[in-house]
């Protein structure tokens, strides 16, 4: 079992930035792709990052150019920086992680933005 703990988000107003965090714990050792997926309000959740345990990255369109994806392997956690923040980015941001196939999920954190 892979536990996934988020942190960093909250209410942030349009153009500012946010960090977010996920640390893992538990069975951590062969740990893959880790990336951050958000669910808007009444809608499904989406992918917004990805990143490989080789660093290679992956982003939603939506975010390119201001979102940046980014892991430290030694301390089992990875990043989301959030830069020039809209509206429409609002949404709960889940952080993923696949472990030999397995996909596991943090429990959630909730960006805000607005004015």
């Known amino acids: 079992q892979v536990q996934l703990v988020e942190s960093g988000g909250g209410l942030v107003q349009p153009g500012g930035s946010l960090r977010l965090s996920c640390s893992a714990s538990?069975?951590?050792?062969?740990?893959?792709?880790m990336g951050w997926y958000r669910q808007p309000p009444g809608k499904q959740r989406e992918l917004v990052a990805t990143?490989?345990?080789?660093?290679?990255?992956n982003y939603a369109d939506s975010v390119k150019g201001r979102f940046t994806i980014s892991r430290d392997n030694a301390k089992s956690t990875v990043y989301l920086q959030m830069n020039s923040l809209k509206p429409d980015d609002t949404a709960v941001y889940y952080c993923?992680?696949?472990?030999?196939?397995?996909?596991?999920w943090g429990q959630g954190t909730q960006v805000t933005v607005s004015s």
């Open positions: 538990g069975s951590i050792f062969a740990i893959g792709t």
């Open positions: 990143i490989t345990k080789r660093s290679d990255t």
């Open positions: 993923n992680a696949l472990r030999l196939y397995t996909p596991y």
